[in-house]
Each structure stands twice: as structure tokens, then as C-alpha cells.
């Protein structure tokens, strides 16, 4: 069985080799002489039978970790958890998302089952089937079906298995205090911050603070041709202490539903 580095460093070298933007900004702030230190990394997937967050969640589960928070997005249609590792609390949170199917229209639901019909029984519990990709067929005339009733259902069944975004624990920064600074950096680089709700989302009163890039644009292969979409992105997180003095490590709903939105094609 995999360790939890060796997961997370193949669910990141299959990231940055459709995001190198998030290489970029970790080279940049490695030249800084700063040790970047992941806070989470979010995945995506259907709430089918096969391809639902129980199932996956086995393959972390395996490695240590355990459910630790529910948060329902009722306006983008999705369920989700996070989860953090029992013995070691240095290893980066998972925070897993899907979509509720059943919420859309019959033909979102048509594409969604034939995807899950194309995954084998036993696929989903392979040790690295987390980033494996896409392991079906999908037209970009399904892409833009589904797209024209969720982004998320689109991008899940255009990209598959993989991170769809790693997150750099500010807590863990020397060089930048808070999250206004490394915002200010990362655009002074010529990097692109999600602006939904703001370039902040969250207050230091919620007890955490996140903002993201938004997704850099891939040319990705469809069934019947290539076609360029919004990929992966690279988020920040801020958390601060509770009345117990540990840091909140925990999500806020309303602002994880803006970082959402980071892999928007509008």
C-alpha cells in the first residue's frame, strides 16, 4: 500500500503537468526561501453508487484518515466532506466533493450514468485510481450538455480523477503574514486571483481566509476533438486559532462555494 507522501506526490506531479502555474508560484515562493507546506487538496467526483464519496473516501481511509466535517452547497447541487489523517496531523486535509445527480435534468443524468457504466466495478478502489484522469469517453458535445447545466458536472466528467486544486498554507509562510501580501505577489507575477465574492473569501472571524488563482486554460482531448477548457488551480488558506488556541481546520461553505467557481469558464 502507498504512503501518504508517496499519494500526494503523485496526485501532484499528475496536477502540475496540467497546472504548471502551481509549479510556477511554488518555484517562486521556494526562491524566496520559502518551505511551501500544503494545507488541502480538493477532489471531484458523482455521487453514483460506484463513484460516490464513500467509495472513493476507502482509498484515503486506508492510509489514516477519517470524516471530520459535512458541508451541503444546496445553490451548486453538491455534498461534500473533509478529512484529516488520525495519527498525524501534518498531512494535508482532503476535502472531497460530488455532485448530487439526481438534482438535474434526465439527460445530465443519462451522460453521468454511462460515465459510471465505463468505470469497472473494481477500478475506484485501486490505490491510484485518485489520479488516474478520465477513464471514459467524453464528446465535447456531452462537455458543453453538461456545462450548460453545472460547470462542476462538466469539468468532473472532462478531467476525471485528479486534484482539482492544492492549497499553500500561509501559516506556514515566513516571508508573508497575511493574505493580502501573498495576493499581491502572486499578481504581481502575473497570475490571476479569482474574484468571485471577492479576492478574499472568508473572514479572520470565520477563523479561516482562502483565496485561488483561477484555472489556466488546457487543450484538452475530447472523444471527437481537442478543445481548450478551464483546468486545475492553485489555492491559499489562512486559518487562525480557536478559543482552544489550535488553529480551525474545518471549511466555511459560502467560501468554499466562490473557490468553486475557480475553474469557471465565464
Known amino acids: 500500500m502507498q504512503t501518504v507522501e508517496e499519494f500526494f506526490a503523485n496526485l501532484w506531479q499528475q496536477y502540475t503537468a496540467i497546472n504548471p502555474q502551481a509549479e510556477a508560484i511554488h518555484a517562486l515562493l521556494e526562491a524566496r526561501g520559502e518551505h511551501v507546506v500544503n494545507d488541502h487538496v480538493a477532489l471531484r467526483t458523482f455521487n453514483t453508487a460506484k463513484l460516490g464519496i464513500d467509495n472513493l473516501a476507502k482509498i484515503f ?3 489514516g484518515y477519517e470524516n471530520r466535517g459535512s458541508y451541503d452547497f444546496t445553490a451548486k447541487k453538491l455534498n461534500a466532506y473533509h478529512y484529516e489523517h488520525k495519527e498525524n496531523p501534518n498531512h494535508p486535509k482532503i476535502f472531497i466533493s460530488e455532485l448530487i445527480t439526481e438534482a438535474f435534468s434526465d439527460e445530465l443524468q443519462t451522460i453521468v450514468q454511462r460515465i459510471d457504466s465505463e468505470v469497472g466495478d473494481e477500478e475506484m478502489f485501486e490505490e491510484d485510481f485518485l489520479y488516474t484522469g478520465r477513464p471514459w469517453n ?11 447545466e453545472s460547470e462542476y458536472a462538466a469539468w468532473t466528467a472532462a478531467f476525471g480523477y485528479r486534484a482539482n486544486h492544492f492549497t499553500v498554507s500561509i501559516n506556514h509562510l515566513n516571508t508573508f503574514f497575511d493574505i493580502q501580501s501573498l495576493n499581491q505577489f502572486i499578481l504581481d507575477n502575473g497570475f490571476a486571483l479569482n474574484e468571485s465574492g471577492g479576492l478574499i473569501k472568508g473572514t479572520p472571524e470565520q477563523l479561516l481566509e482562502q483565496s485561488s488563482t483561477m484555472a489556466p486554460m488546457v487543450n484538452l482531448e475530447f472523444s471527437d476533438v481537442n478543445h481548450l477548457i478551464p483546468s486545475c488551480f492553485y489555492e491559499f488558506a489562512k486559518r487562525y486559532p480557536t478559543e482552544t488556541g489550535q488553529l480551525y481546520q474545518g471549511f466555511i461553505a459560502a467560501s468554499a462555494d466562490k473557490i468553486f467557481e475557480s475553474t469557471n469558464t465565464k
Open 61 to 63: 481511509e486506508d492510509m
Open 138 to 148: 467524453l464528446s465535447f458535445t456531452e462537455y458543453i450538455t453538461l456545462l450548460q
